[in-house]
């Protein structure tokens, strides 16, 4: 058995056992790695539980299936059973349109940015090819999934073999699930029984089974496919025995059985239903899941994905209640919390929900009770004077400008005369009822404030301001400049791949819509451009390319939108 130094509790097995654990196992006080607490755990670990033939279930928490519930209460719907589910999706193009068209946030499997180009290209039409497509993208699969995804037929030319792995929803020989591992081990005369021993152990990394279990397959694969009749070519046979072996220790690691896949893809195919179906809804519970947890980047990603799919955002306002998410459903849109947004404290929403309840008057009213309430830092100040909070009051340039003053003055005793600027001397006197040679005293503060603003230079708001603005604290963007060139774009992100190939994401100034194009590979080889740069850009309708199975480049006879050139404009968003 071995002899073991340490202890620790696994993170969410459990053995199940139909006889007394303490008595037959060994119980014993470990500290929990997640909770820091002392737990009681079984005196075993997962290979003995192998050996002894026990079972070992893993309990873990699913949070889609708490969001999917979250969605079930907002829409006032009954969670539907499993079978409901398949028939509302049977042929629901909607649905199915979610995953063709790359709105997976959220979405179980697909949500990650490069499966989520995968099932864009694939584009699962109904169960059973989303089961096949969660298992396929599994890194054990990966040799033959350019095969899967562009939907080439495959087969070993072995008519037993092919037959024994091929069925009604998949006319291909691939090994998929850990059932075809079993099967093709079945197949090499290894009895069933042993057949899950021997991926678990492959899985494992056990050598001394692996050892034992390799060239007896080798030996009993090449000979089951002699026996059939179709081949008599012995090197041949041992050549596809190496070939399925490698396949086999390739899948057992990081395989899936058809029944876990299974149940990922009703999980999936939940979301992308609800999504296709309730998005407001969903957008509403997904956003304010998020931002409970604390994760912007992610709820900046959900809200991208919202605008492309053309739901709007309802702009955070003063005099609103911008605590949480709610639907405007008149307007078709979600309201905002203000509690999304990056830096901003978790107290300031409700902080000025009740300003707003309460009713502010003017600028002076506004700025006095933004100083004077604790939860409502500096920092939230300027960011929402940034973001158009306070619009009805001001522009941000003139509101923030105006506050800067405002928190400077207001409360001052003493003005010494050497601080001031001479161009402000006279009006600042007027101000103040007693002066001496170096200073103004009994000084009017509101009357101060108004006489320095007046020398005070106030920059307009531009729509370029806004972007950057909005791109920083929210991630997205939501205005646009119809005068701007329809060629001038805001630089997103710029991802660059292992071949020196650009993708750029970009935001156009003119209409104010998002796209993302991939770059002229020569272009950018001589040419940068980073994140929150202003770009010209020269667009063209250019070829478009994929590795085949082979690994190498080909046109796919399709044509895509690219950058071919590009020129950093002076202002910068």
């Not at 006080?29 to 079972?55: M, P, Q, R």
């Not at 999934?145 to 020989?173: P, V």
């Not at 001394?208 to 397959?217: L, M, N, R, S």
């Not at 509690?339 to 901003?344: P, T, V």
Request: hydrophobic letters at 35%; glycine letters at 6%; one cysteine or more.
């Amino acid at each position: 058995m071995g002899i073991y130094d340490n202890a620790k509790g696994h993170p969410c097995g459990c053995l199940c056992l139909n006889g007394d654990a303490e008595e037959e196992i060994g119980i014993s006080l470990c500290k929990s790695e997640a909770t820091g607490k002392e737990v009681l755990v079984a005196n075993i670990e997962s290979g003995t539980i192998d050996a002894f033939g026990f079972l070992k279930q893993d309990y873990l928490v699913v949070d889609s299936v708490g969001l999917t519930y979250d969605v079930y209460k907002e829409a006032e719907i009954e969670p539907f059973t499993v079978n409901e589910l398949l028939t509302k999706i049977e042929h629901d193009d909607a649905t199915w349109q979610i995953y063709a068209d790359g709105y997976t946030q959220c979405v179980n499997q697909c949500e990650q940015p490069k499966s989520t180009q995968k099932v864009m290209r694939y584009k699962p039409k109904n169960i059973a090819e989303l089961t096949q497509f969660i298992a396929a993208i599994r890194p054990s699969f990966q040799s033959m999934y350019k095969t899967f995804e562009q939907r080439q037929h495959f087969d070993y030319g072995i008519k037993a073999l092919d037959n024994l792995l091929q069925d009604e929803y998949c006319s291909s020989s691939f090994i998929l699930y850990q059932e075809s591992l079993m099967k093709v081990l079945g197949f090499a005369g290894f009895p069933m029984s042993e057949t899950y021993t021997i991926i678990k152990a492959i899985s494992k990394k056990k050598d001394y089974i692996i050892k034992d279990a390799k060239p007896k397959f080798i030996a009993n694969f090449a000979k089951a496919i002699i026996d059939t009749g179709e081949t008599d070519d012995d090197d041949r046979a041992h050549e596809l025995a190496d070939q399925v072996w490698t396949i086999i220790e390739n899948s057992a690691a990081y395989g899936f059985n058809s029944a876990h896949a299974y149940c990922m893809a009703v999980d999936s195919v939940t979301i992308a239903y609800l999504k296709a179906h309730y998005p407001l809804e969903f957008y509403k519970c997904v956003l304010q899941r998020y931002t409970d947890k604390g994760e912007k980047d992610k709820v900046s990603l959900i809200k991208q994905e919202m605008l492309k799919r053309g739901f709007k955002l309802k702009d955070i306002k003063f005099g609103d209640d911008n605590r949480q998410f709610n639907i405007d459903r008149a307007d078709n849109c979600i309201v905002q919390t203000m509690a999304s947004i990056k830096d901003m404290p978790k107290a300031t929403p409700q902080a000025l929900y009740e300003l707003g309840q309460r009713g502010v008057k003017n600028r002076g009213e506004l700025y006095q009770a933004l100083m004077n309430d604790s939860r409502i830092n500096k920092t939230a100040t300027e960011i929402l004077f940034k973001l158009g909070y306070f619009e009805q009051f001001g522009h941000p340039n003139k509101l923030i400008a105006e506050y800067e003053v405002y928190q400077k003055y207001i409360a001052v005793k003493v003005l010494t005369k050497a601080n001031l600027d001479d161009k402000i001397i006279d009006d600042v006197r007027q101000c103040c009822d007693k002066e001496t040679d170096k200073q103004f005293r009994d000084i009017d503060n509101k009357a101060l404030i108004v006489a320095i603003l007046k020398h005070t230079p106030i920059k307009p708001t531009t729509i370029t301001d806004r972007i950057q603005w909005q791109l920083q604290y929210l991630g997205y963007c939501t205005v646009c400049d119809p005068s701007r060139d329809v060629n001038d774009w805001v630089v997103m992100e710029v991802r660059v791949n292992n071949y020196g190939g650009a993708m750029l994401q970009l935001y156009n100034l003119a209409y104010g819509s998002e796209r993302t194009y991939k770059c002229n590979k020569k272009w950018w080889a001589g040419h940068q451009c980073k994140t929150g740069d202003v770009i010209k850009a020269v667009l063209e309708d250019a070829p478009k390319w994929t590795k085949n199975a082979d690994g190498k480049f080909v046109k796919t006879g399709e044509r895509e939108t690219q950058v071919k050139a590009f020129k950093v404009l002076e202002d910068k968003a």
